[in-house]
């Protein structure tokens, strides 16, 4: 239930959040050092879980909008995503009970620990994606057909917005990008807030403890000197897809959106084998030898073999020994509705989803292959 998050916790949710963030969500790191100094000031972070809310709480939903590369490059102020709720509090007249992240993945799973630092309210453990998607309109709230406005905007230059209303979820993401995008790709938003009970219906619960229990479990691997991969995959569910290293990635920052394509080349007993990845700031596909072995909404997570920390699709680079794991999505995004959101179709891949977990038990059953 409610619990005050230690730094043990703190740094183990960098871990776990940049692997789920299936390559998005932006590197972790420098929010990751944002908490750890407001914690240093005396600052305290408590969790409580979705189910202690009341159906009529108001509950600030935020995350930071943009391309994760300019991430690396503009360092980020706490009060950026304070302010954004400040700001949704002024415009519909009311403070908020508690904060929640929009997607757990990477950097965005502290947003609202910093907002909560700043303005002495709780953390929810869940978000509304269970990992990272690119859009707006790709969270089980808007599955859900909840209201998408209004949206508040912070640029640390002292850009302000508020978007009142739009028809769509697909025309929110269109306009706080664009605003996005004017703003250097980078912006801190507050969505359009929840109640207690929407929280309760439709997010993704505790989210923020199983990215806690995944960096632990990472960290223990290490000192324990086990493989690190197939610790991630224990208790995460998953399954390895593929180890190789990295030969080559062609990226391009465009419309707000980091997107392009990396090469992987087999090693071990995945030698002479090629696997691409496609991202639009996430891991969208997965490709080996030509054949897809894994899409959205499936978490797709590139991690570094020795140490398993996550490789973002802004940090990838020429020689990385990696690890290719596949997790299932839940339910929520992988049935017919949810596909509609979060699916090939939507990132407009004309493909059916592939479930890695599923193709991986195949392949093994086939006598003689690994693929």
């Known amino acids: 239930m409610s619990r ?18 299936t390559g998005g969500g932006g ?3 420098i929010n990751h050092l944002n908490v750890q100094r407001l914690a240093a000031t005396g600052r305290t972070f408590e969790m409580i879980d979705p189910s202690e809310l009341a159906d009529d709480a108001r509950v600030a939903v935020v995350s930071t909008m943009g391309a994760p590369v300019v ?17 949704m509090a002024d415009y519909v007249g009311h403070g908020f009970d508690a904060v929640m992240a929009n997607e757990i993945g990477g950097s965005n799973a502290f947003q609202p620990l910093m907002a909560a630092a700043h303005l002495g309210i709780p953390v929810v453990d869940a978000d509304a994606m269970g990992r990272a998607y690119p859009e707006a309109q790709m969270t089980s709230f808007s599955i859900a057909g909840l209201q998408p406005w209004p949206l508040a905007l912070v640029d640390p230059r002292g850009i302000e917005s508020v978007i009142s209303h739009v028809p769509t979820w697909k025309w929110m993401e269109r306009a706080s990008r664009a605003l996005t995008v004017e703003c250097g790709s980078m912006a801190a938003t507050c969505k359009a807030p929840r109640t207690g009970a929407e929280v309760k219906r439709w ?37 390895e897809l593929f180890r190789g290293k990295i030969v080559d990635v062609a990226r391009r920052t465009t419309g707000g959106f980091l997107r392009g394509r990396a090469e992987l080349e087999g090693l071990d007993r995945w030698n002479g084998c090629r696997v691409d990845l496609d991202f639009q700031n996430e891991w ?60 090939p179709s939507a990132m407009g891949y004309d493909l059916e989803p592939v479930a890695p977990v599923a193709i991986a038990r195949h392949r093994a059953a086939q006598p003689g292959t690994h693929r």
């Open 284 to 343: 969208l596909v997965a490709w080996l030898d030509g054949v897809p072995i894994a899409t959205v909404p499936h978490l797709i997570c590139l991690l570094d073999v020795v140490s398993g920390e996550a490789i973002g699709t802004e940090t990838a680079r020429y020689g990385q020994r990696v690890a290719l794991i596949g997790i299932d999505a839940i339910e929520l995004f992988s049935d017919e509705r949810g596909l509609r959101f979060v699916g």
């Open 27 to 29: 590197n972790p790191y």
């Open 203 to 239: 997010s993704v619960a505790h989210s923020m403890s199983w990215a806690i229990e995944i960096g632990a479990t990472v960290r223990r691997a290490r000192t324990e000197h086990t493989d690190p991969i197939q610790a991630v995959c224990d208790v995460a569910s998953g399954v």
């Open 71 to 87: 991430m690396q490059e503009r360092l980020q102020d706490s009060r950026d995503v304070a302010r954004a709720i400040e700001i």
């Open 4 to 21: 005050l998050l230690t730094a043990v916790d703190v740094d183990n949710l960098a871990i776990g959040a940049w692997i789920i963030g």
